[in-house]
């Protein structure tokens, strides 16, 4: 400590003998006097006297306060430390970045003006030298060594902030330049005035927007000129003119509302002269058809279907012209456009291709049919596919005139309908070798079952299966209700089969026992008799 030191220093000044009892110096003392040191002993009294230890207290005293002062004065500095570590993190790509994804705006850019200025500003007003009590602190090197961070920050600032200025100003100019340029082009047909009536709309949406980045453009150069930043000449002379490029933007935008009225009168006639054309090419696919080729036989099934699908293209096409010649006369601020049996005609040849795609469909499906072995027939499917069929047949003769084509497919899949139900009830899986023994003597043939047979739908035709169609049904039912009543028989022996009897000793007797618990057993019991009094009470339980 400081007391200790100075304690050290008088027990040093005592050790010291004095100069005036050496005896080298005897001659000289008792010499003729010479003018003295009017304090010939130095300070040597002062340590060794009385007074030393309180001037020892005051000296440490004002050592201890110039300490302390030290100390606050190099708190003071902190700030700049700060500051060193904070400016090394200065990027101006990335605060590019920021700028441009709208995460810092003017006000953010204005605060890091303000605080690199007067980082600056506080670097330069540390002083060269700075006394401290008893301490002299020479900041020269400190000052030099942190003057280059603010200067560094604040400089690549005025070099961003011209291009972040000019990135902002042609961003807004293109706009305003594309919409001049496209408000400018007169229109010359409806579509091209319909989409012209969409700019002026989408020009007048975008208004508080754009004079809001009319504004920060303005706003962004006046932070330029707030805080000494050049800028090239000449965009900062296009940037304080861009009142005038967009004053004309507004003018070509009203100048164009105020004559929509008058062209949309001009483009409604060009409309209804189109919708006169519309219906003059709608005439002509009705004379098509209705030709008399498309409601008769023909065997080139393919070039009949080519002919009703290109009607439906046509129709289908003129439907799409409607709607959009339609659709620009409301938007010029006419009605609606109503093609005259536009949606008749529609119908009509939708029905005329429908009858032959049909016709081709039923005659692929039905030779398929005909062809396969009996046993691979998808049943489900033949009759999903009939019963499509025949609402079809039922919706072309709703829709369409009497022809020589629709009776003929409508008995053609009556035929069918009725074949499916006896093939039906053969491909019944319950059917057991009995039940085809019943079969045969009914259709007086064998019913080729093995996995080589040739039999399919033109053979059981031939036995003659539609004039049994009622007693193979009946035998179908039958299999059905016995091949249940044998389920009913198997739960029964499924039953008994997991059953266990309990047996116990009977007393100490040897090799005597009894039944032990029979409840469970007992259930089961009650449960077969019931059982099996519903089976014997079926009619088919004699099958």
Known sequence: SLAAWLQGLAGLARGVPQLMQHQQLQPFLEGPSEPQHPNPEGLLPLMLGEDYESLSEALEASLQQSLTAADHCAAGFELFRDMVASNRQFSSEQLQGAVQAGQIGLEGLRTLLLTYKQQLSDVEQIPAVMSVGVLKLELDRLKTALHPFPQHCLSELHSLLPRLAADAYNSFMNKVSDYRERLGHQPSSPEEFVAHLQLVAEVEAQRPAMDKQFDAVSAFYDLLDEFGVSAPAEEVAAARTMDVEYGALRDAAWAAESAKDRQAQAFLQLIEQRATELTAEVAKVRGAEQQDILLQENEDLTSIIAATAELVAQVKAHQATAEHISNMSMQCGGGPVIVAELEQLAADVELKHLLWTVQQEWST???????????ELDVLQMQDQVDKVARQVHRLERGLPYNELLPKLRDSVSQWQEILEPIAHLRNPQLRERHWNEIADLLGHQV????EATTNITTLLD???????????VISNEATQEAALEALLAQVADKWR???????KFKEVKDVYILGEVEDVLQVLEDSRITMSMIQASRYVAG
């Open 365 to 375: 499906a039905t030779s398929a049919w005909q062809g396969t072995q009996f046993f």
């Open 463 to 473: 036995m003659q299966i539609l004039h049994h169609k009622d007693r193979i049904a």
């Open 448 to 451: 080729d079952r093995t996995p």
């Open 498 to 504: 997991g059953v266990e009897l309990e047996v116990k």
